[in-house]
């Protein structure tokens, strides 16, 4: 159905030809509603305006219409033009004039060129609804496809956690062959101080993949935010003989020189 169609609800047929002629004239669509039940289901069905006299007022069944328009969605508020004696009005009228939220009043005899204009006025002012409509629908549209994303990442970083435990629990199976391996190098080969070297290293780098992979393994209690730190006094020499195991490899490589002046006494850092 047309939108921007108004609907008139007149006292007479004779009104309602007239009515009909005058707005079809000026371009305006127009239907002619015969009871309150019309008028009802006409606003349902979508109207840019709704045309009635105050007789209509009292018309058998247009609590009807005072519920259609109570029930309008949020964005929606249909203009109704009210034709009647705007110094002489009932009470009833009156409380049902006050029960309208967007009314405008047309003293009788209302003119024709003011009646088109109340009209065209109402019009604009309904198509400015249905596009603040529009743009509802486009939030909620856009709202839809965030919650939409937000799934899909939820879903995404749930199977990331996934694959990182059985990551770390796949890991940690060959660590334990690897320690004891490295136990047995100290005990099965000859004692020469090289060797006892290298297998401190293995045993020392063991461990701490070991201590590696066990934070993986705690990867769900870490996404959720329980992330129990352990708080212990560091020896400065001991993390300098750490960093300087790491990367010996590379300054072999490079060929570079390293000199560490050792000091008396070993430094403890300790966090407060």
């Known amino acids: 159905m047309d939108e921007n169609r108004v609907l008139i609800f007149p006292p007479s047929r004779r009104d309602a030809k007239a009515s009909c002629n005058l707005l079809r004239s000026a371009g305006i669509d127009c239907i002619v509603c015969a009871s309150a039940a019309e008028v009802a289901a006409g606003i349902r069905g979508g109207a840019g ?16 219409v005072l519920a ?6 949020a964005w929606s ?20 004039i006050a029960a309208l939220s967007n009314v405008t009043l047309l003293d009788r005899p209302a003119s024709a060129r003011a009646l088109i204009s109340a009209i065209e006025g109402a019009l604009r002012a309904r198509r400015r609804q249905y ?16 919650r939409a994303r937000e799934r899909e990442l939820r879903l995404a970083d749930r199977r990331k956690d996934e694959f990182l435990a059985m990551l770390a629990h796949e890991l940690r199976n060959p660590l334990a062959p690897i320690r004891s ?20 290293i293995l045993k020392r780098q063991v461990v701490h993949l070991t201590r590696i992979v066990d934070d993986l393994l705690e990867v769900s209690r870490i996404t959720q935010g329980r992330i129990d730190l352990r708080r212990e006094p560091v020896a400065v020499g001991r993390v300098i003989e750490d960093a300087l195991e790491a990367v010996e490899p590379l300054i072999r490589d490079k060929r570079h020189q390293v000199l560490v002046h050792p000091v008396a006494a070993d430094l ?4 407060e």
Request: aromatic fraction near 2%; hydrophobic fraction near 45%.
């Open 77 to 96: 508020d249909l203009p109704v033009l009210l034709i009647c004696s705007v110094d002489n009005t009932s009470p009833a009228a009156a409380r049902i």
């Open 181 to 200: 391996a490295s136990e047995l190098l100290t005990r099965v080969l000859p004692v020469q101080q090289q060797v006892r070297t290298m297998a401190e």
């Open 268 to 271: 403890i850092v300790r966090s």
């Open 68 to 73: 259609e328009l109570v029930q309008q969605p």
């Open 49 to 64: 305006t709704l045309v009635l006299t105050d007789s209509a007022l009292t018309a058998q069944h247009f609590d009807a």
């Open 131 to 146: 596009e603040m409509r529009q743009q509802l629908a486009a939030l909620r549209q856009a709202e839809e496809s965030l």
